[in-house]
DNA sequence: AGTCTTCCTACCAAGTAAGTAGGAATACTG
DNA sequence: CAGTATTCCTACTTACTTGGTAGGAAGACT
């Protein structure tokens, strides 16, 4: 698995935003781009471009104007990495830039297939059972079941 | 995971060689590059290079001239997915070009390292509990433990 | 009107992936 | 020994992706 700045740093900036949210559930404190970007370390006009990504995936609000900023659309509990890594890239494992089930073999290679799906699957089952709140109270990952 | 064309050529290539084997343990029949490369349909010369990588990393022993090509070095039985997959593409999951221990964060992104490092062991044991002759018996992937 | 912020598009530079070309070294055959 | 078939090895090309930048338009508030 190959993790690209651009996750990396959707990554980043959601587990800030999340730790500006008030414990229950509403909007929250709205934060800045230009902060997220100084307090990760994160290149401003490409943090941006990240940060659209996940309005549009319904992951984040935001509004405009002089008070503006970004804020979890969800409480930080209902959240996982999975969701976040999907919002910004995609399929979780490709073969060849294909998504994994049609990768297309003949002959001998035609156990891969699963093999590939099988990899997904173990991904997914990290990936999505960890959230945002978990990263954040430091509950480190649950072990795969 | 990005299954990159290098990574599956030399997995079926692999296949492919290993179907040419005998049951027991042994060299096997020698399998020709071209041969390969024919009834896989990978472009030759490119497989030339992965078939290299594969000889290097010790899965692979070859031989040259008029009878020569390319076998297994030990059973089917005993060469893993895994296996081929280190041998061309290096490490299994990578943050940013980096491997997953060492990715440096600070701040509420602390958690994430957990994260990959356990992305990386789901991974690894899907890979890794896979065989060559697993694929062959169509014996699809063992479900994880 | 002015200012602050998000939004959006286009662009650039460097790296990597995929594939090609051409020849050198080695092994066997007659 | 000459010839042929194969692996070995290096250098190169081409196209795409990644990471990042620039510059403004649109909306929101005072």
Do not use: C
């Not at 935003?17 to 709205?30: H, K």
């Not at 970004?70 to 209902?78: G, H, S, V, W």
């Amino acid at each position: 698995m190959y993790v690209s700045a651009r996750s990396d740093y959707a990554l980043r900036a959601m587990l800030a935003v999340a730790a500006a949210a008030p414990g229950g559930d509403g909007v929250g404190e709205l934060v800045k781009a230009g902060n997220l970007a100084e307090v990760q370390e994160i290149p401003l006009s490409f943090l941006q471009g990240i940060l659209l990504d996940l309005r549009r995936a319904g992951l984040l609000y935001s509004h405009r104007g002089a008070d503006g900023g970004y804020a979890l659309t969800r409480p930080a509990t209902e959240i996982t990495v999975g969701d976040v890594l999907r919002a910004v890239g995609g399929s979780l494992t490709t073969v060849r830039g294909l998504p994994a089930e049609r990768a297309g073999y003949h002959g001998v290679a035609a156990g891969l297939t699963d093999v590939w799906l099988a990899v997904r699957g173990a991904i997914a089952t990290v990936v999505d059972s960890t959230t945002l709140a978990d990263l954040l109270a430091h509950n480190q990952t649950p072990a795969a079941p």
